[in-house]
C-alpha cells in the first residue's frame, strides 16, 4: 500500500506504473480517495474510489486513466495492489501520478 498526501488539493487524471521483470508487476490497483488514515485492516472493509486493471509496463508509457468526476479535489490518495502478473512478489520501481494541482494549501 502506497499513502500519498498533497500539500493542497489536486485533480487527479491517471498514473503510470513501472513495476518489475518475471510477473512481478501489479496487476492491479485500487485506489483510495481522501482516506487519511487508511491502512492494511481498512482494504476489505471499504470500497475503492476505482480499480484498475494494470498491463506490464517497463518503460513507464502507459498513463491508465481514473474517472475525474471521482478525482476532482484530492487531498490524499492511497493505492493499494492486490496482485501480480504472477510473480510470488509484487515489485513498483516507479509510480508516477497525473494531474493538475491548486493554488490553495491545507
Not at 6 to 27: L, R
Request: charged fraction near 20%.
Amino acid at each position: 500500500m502506497i499513502n500519498v498526501p498533497f500539500t493542497s488539493p489536486v485533480q487527479v487524471t491517471g498514473i503510470t506504473v513501472i513495476g518489475g521483470p518475471g510477473g512481478q508487476s501489479p496487476s492491479r490497483v485500487k485506489l483510495y480517495s481522501n482516506r487519511e488514515e487508511f491502512d492494511f485492516t481498512s482494504v476489505d472493509d471499504t470500497e475503492a474510489t476505482q480499480e484498475l486493471s494494470l498491463r506490464e509496463d517497463f518503460q513507464g508509457e502507459i498513463r491508465f486513466p481514473v474517472r475525474a468526476s471521482r478525482f476532482q479535489i484530492v487531498t490524499h490518495l492511497s493505492l493499494f495492489f492486490p496482485g501480480s502478473h504472477g510473480g510470488s512478489c509484487t515489485r513498483i520501481h516507479w509510480l508516477g501520478i497525473w494531474g493538475y494541482g491548486s493554488e490553495h494549501k491545507r
